[in-house]
């Protein structure tokens, strides 16, 4: 089975500030990966997900870019943050279609 | 574009059962998953169902699937307080690589 690390766990960090949150996968190659923000007692908003190397595909407009410069490495970002990028950030991964997903264990940003 | 939806909340005594229910609207999964999210941390495969099935059991899990109504349901026996968690439904779409959750319900165990 594959594991995802993701790092930080947690991350305070002031409005305005840039972020950078980076997840890595093992036991695995070419997967599909993802990044989903929960929000405090809400679900899970698909924020981005790529199929390769450079291949990003962003489903809301928002203040957060992600990129993938190794096969099994997904970086998400921003450059200024705002209050409103506080959440749960989860990375996932997936081997195919049609199978399940692997997370990591989430990094809590809140931004002050 | 392809939408899961769940109940947001449901609360149970301790011993009975719980039933999470999730309505889908792509019709194109092969398998439907079923995670649980303890508090603080990521997302666990509790149990899935394949689609040409209709009910998948796994010791106190029961999986009920109706294609027809696009209607998936997780059965919890015998609800314990380590049952207590979000529960969130998947239906990935066979035709793209982004996989939607539904929006997670929340189990509390009462005594």
């Known amino acids: 089975s594959q594991t995802i690390h993701q790092w930080p766990a947690t991350l305070v960090q002031p409005v305005g500030s840039p972020l950078s949150l980076e997840c890595t996968v093992e036991g695995t190659s070419n997967p599909n990966l993802y990044w989903y923000r929960q929000a405090a007692g809400r679900g899970l908003q698909l924020l981005f997900y790529s199929v390769g190397i450079g291949q990003i595909s962003s489903e809301v407009p928002q203040n957060l870019s992600a990129s993938r410069p190794q096969d099994r490495q997904f970086i998400l970002s921003s450059k200024k943050l705002l209050l409103s990028d506080s959440g749960f950030y989860l990375c996932?991964?997936?081997?195919?279609?049609?199978?399940?997903?692997?997370f990591g264990q989430g990094t809590r940003l809140t931004v002050v | 574009g392809e939408d899961v939806e769940q109940s947001l909340f449901l609360s149970v005594r301790e011993g009975d059962s719980s039933v999470i229910n999730c309505t889908y609207t792509d019709s194109s999964s092969t398998y439907l998953y079923w995670y649980k999210q303890e508090p603080g941390a990521g997302l666990q495969l509790l149990t899935y169902i394949f689609s040409n099935m209709d009910m998948k059991q796994d010791q106190r899990l029961t999986v009920l699937l109706n294609k027809k109504d696009k209607h998936l349901s997780l059965r919890i026996a015998d609800t314990q307080t380590g049952d207590s968690a979000i529960y969130f439904c998947a239906a990935p779409p066979g035709s793209a690589s982004k996989i939607i959750f539904g929006s997670g319900t929340r189990l509390s165990i009462r005594p």
């Open positions: 996932a991964s997936q081997t195919g279609m049609n199978t399940e997903a692997f």
